[in-house]
């Protein structure tokens, strides 16, 4: 059996698969640079001669990261902490002198409040007269006391929990 074909067909029909195939083999063109391209681009990141590969880098870098943000977390608890224990200790201090008598010169009495962040201490006072000094102690909690204090224990009291010591 034989065909009967035109002959401009079968000239158009060679033209057409002329073009077809320059065209596939322009896409192969393409397809082999891109190929070529991505090879040198792995092969950065893969790290060339013995080099460490980008992606071995990152996950190294992506492991420290994390390591450090326990660290942080760590030392965000400590910090808690010790705010904790600073708040108890005795950080606000201060001192009044005076004459406790008229005989004396020089204000050589005084009182002394050491409290904490709470207000919680004791006042320490010491009058001095000229043949005998007396020195009393006092617990203070929420900045008052259960014993009956002085004008000036109170005065050192109050500036003790306000910061400012008048020296």
Request: glycine residues 8%.
């Amino acid at each position: 059996m034989t065909l009967d074909l035109d002959p401009n067909v079968v000239a158009w029909l060679a033209i057409a698969g002329i073009a077809v195939g320059v065209c596939a083999a322009v896409l192969a063109l393409v397809a082999l640079v891109k190929l070529r391209r991505m090879r040198r681009t792995y092969l950065v990141l893969q790290g060339e001669d013995g080099a460490e590969s980008f992606v071995d880098a990152v996950g190294k870098k992506v492991a420290e990261v994390e390591r450090l943000r326990k660290d942080v977390e760590s030392t965000q608890a400590q910090v808690a902490s010790l705010r904790i224990d600073v708040s108890d200790s005795i950080r606000h201090v201060a001192v009044v002198r005076y004459d406790a008598f008229n005989d004396m010169g020089g204000r050589m009495s005084f009182s002394a409040a050491l409290l904490d962040d709470s207000g919680d201490g004791l006042v320490i006072s010491s009058i001095n007269a000229r043949t005998e000094t007396r020195t009393y102690a006092k617990g203070v909690k929420a900045g008052s006391s259960d014993a009956i204090l002085s004008p000036e224990e109170e005065q050192a009291i109050g500036y003790a929990q306000r910061g400012s010591d008048p020296g």
